[in-house]
């Protein structure tokens, strides 16, 4: 079975900082999708960033990067230029190819100190 | 973008009775959607996948009895929790997928629906 684990269950930066979110994941798939959730105090899961594992290069959106190790199964989350607005729960998720079901991680709850 | 829908965001209902929650995708057809259950500063967990037109898909040590499940049109799922008592308090969330797109296609969350059972 697939497992996802965020070890981090608080992580806190200062405003204009970066920091970084952790996940590894354990499966014996080759194809499949990683992504990070987030999830304001509005409870509404909102798609971060998403890295395809055929993919090499790591993916980014703006202030969000991924570090994604297909060998390590490790797939953390950096945040550039932390804003007040970054403050929420954080969710690392795995999806097989082919299918739609996702497996979610524990949850980081970052907060950001201004 | 695609939106769901889910409804009612809040609900409170005495021990004994049953609630059901809609999960409507508005803009696109969905064969399948999910069902998640989450706990206070927990995970969330799935509870079933919804498939239009046939019976649901329930993930380990979830009550199909206690959680019923209806898909009956191309944009619509429902879950009923049937004779609720406090234990079912908890937060609910569906989302959804385009039908026929491929599966790397990115799935649409509801903004879920807190369930309190006095």
């Known amino acids: 079975a697939q497992t996802v684990t965020q070890s981090q269950p608080e992580m806190s930066v200062q405003e204009a900082e970066t920091v970084t979110l952790s996940c590894t994941y354990d499966?014996?798939?080759?194809?499949?999708?990683l992504f990070w959730y987030k999830q304001p105090p509005s409870r509404q899961m909102i798609l971060v960033i998403r890295q395809e594992a055929y993919k090499q290069q790591n993916a980014t959106e703006n202030r969000f990067s991924v570090n994604f190790q297909k060998a390590a199964k490790s797939f953390s989350l950096k945040i550039s230029d932390s804003q007040l607005g970054d403050a929420a729960m954080y969710f690392c998720a795995y999806r097989i190819q082919g299918a739609q079901k996702l497996v979610f991680g524990q949850g980081t709850r970052l907060t950001i100190n201004p | 973008g695609a939106v769901v829908s889910q409804h009612p965001s809040r609900v409170i209902c005495k021990s004994g009775t049953s609630v059901k929650i809609e999960c409507r995708s508005l803009?696109?057809?969905?064969?399948?959607m999910f069902w998640y259950r989450q706990f206070p500063k927990k995970s969330l967990m799935l509870m079933a996948t919804?498939?239009?037109?046939?019976?649901?898909?329930?993930e380990q040590g979830v009550e199909k009895d206690k959680f019923l499940i209806n898909h009956a049109s191309l944009t619509l799922s429902t879950l009923t929790v049937t004779s609720a008592h406090p234990e079912d308090s908890s937060f609910y969330i569906c989302?959804?997928?385009?039908?026929?797109?491929?599966?790397?296609?990115?799935?649409?969350f509801g903004s879920g629906t807190q369930l309190s059972v006095l």
């Open positions: 919804s498939n239009e037109g046939s019976k649901a898909t329930y």
């Open positions: 989302s959804a997928g385009r039908t026929g797109r491929l599966t790397n296609e990115k799935l649409f």
């Open positions: 803009d696109f057809q969905a064969t399948t």
């Open positions: 499966t014996s798939e080759s194809d499949y999708y």
